[in-house]
């Protein structure tokens, strides 16, 4: 008699768990919402759906993702590397505990998104629009954030290292809020700080020439060896 072979329900559906790498794969366990823990590397998917994913502990390596559509989505205790997000949107997006090196964020939106306890290093940030986006103890290393938009944002206990790398020039903080934020060393040509506040925030060093503080309120904050040269305080 031949024996019986039980199978557990669901097991073929297992045989793709862990590495994700194709767009189809991708795509299919998105919809599924199944992402959740994945590795997901080396492929193109320019433009992909992913609105709304749990992306909870998922590792995201080489991959093309310009454009894709990542508005509403939740990504938490994640780890990016040489991903590609030009264009990207994480509009009203979750990022807790995020890990990304290496990365082109360039012209990303992430508008009312809310980041926490996040560490971004050598990462092109140019021009991307952290509109009223809520930013809490998330650490930029060495990171390029040329013309980024912080309009209305709120940043507190974040960090900005790296000095001449740490690029804020032409950044936009008008109306924003930064809190206990620090700024020491970075290079903040020509950025906007109309009608912004900062309070306790760590200054010292920082190029700000040719900076505007129309209407900025700056509480308690540390401006030893600050060069405000050009600069336009009222």
């Known amino acids: 008699m031949s024996d019986s072979i039980s199978m557990t329900p669901g097991s073929g559906d297992d045989a793709d768990a862990g590495v994700v790498e194709s767009r189809v794969q991708m795509e299919r366990l998105a919809a599924e919402g199944r992402l959740m823990g994945r590795s997901i590397r080396g492929f193109a998917a320019p433009s992909a759906g992913l609105r709304g994913c749990d992306l909870d502990g998922v590792a995201i390596e080489r991959l093309d ?47 009312e998104a809310q980041l926490m306890a996040c560490e971004f290093s050598t990462l092109r ?19 390029e954030l040329y013309s980024a938009d912080f309009t209305g944002a709120i940043l507190t206990k974040c960090t900005f290292e790296g000095g001449a790398t740490a690029s804020l020039s032409r950044a936009v903080f008008t109306g924003a809020t930064l809190i206990d934020v620090d700024l020491r060393g970075v290079n903040g040509y020509a950025a906007v700080f109309d009608d ?27 401006t030893e060896g600050v060069d405000i040269d050009g600069a336009t305080l009222r």
């Open 196 to 222: 912004a506040l900062l309070v306790r925030c760590d200054l010292r060093g920082a190029n700000l020439c040719e900076v505007s503080f129309r209407g900025a309120r700056l509480v308690g904050c540390y």
């Open 65 to 111: 993702l310009r454009e894709a559509d990542c508005d509403d989505v939740r990504i938490e205790n994640a780890r990016l590397q040489a991903v590609d997000f030009r264009g990207a949107s994480f509009e009203r997006a979750l990022w807790n505990r995020v890990q990304a090196h290496q990365c082109d964020l360039t012209q990303l939106n992430m508008r």
């Open 125 to 143: 940030m140019g021009r991307t629009d952290f509109g009223k986006a809520r930013i809490q103890r998330t650490r930029f290393l060495d990171s």
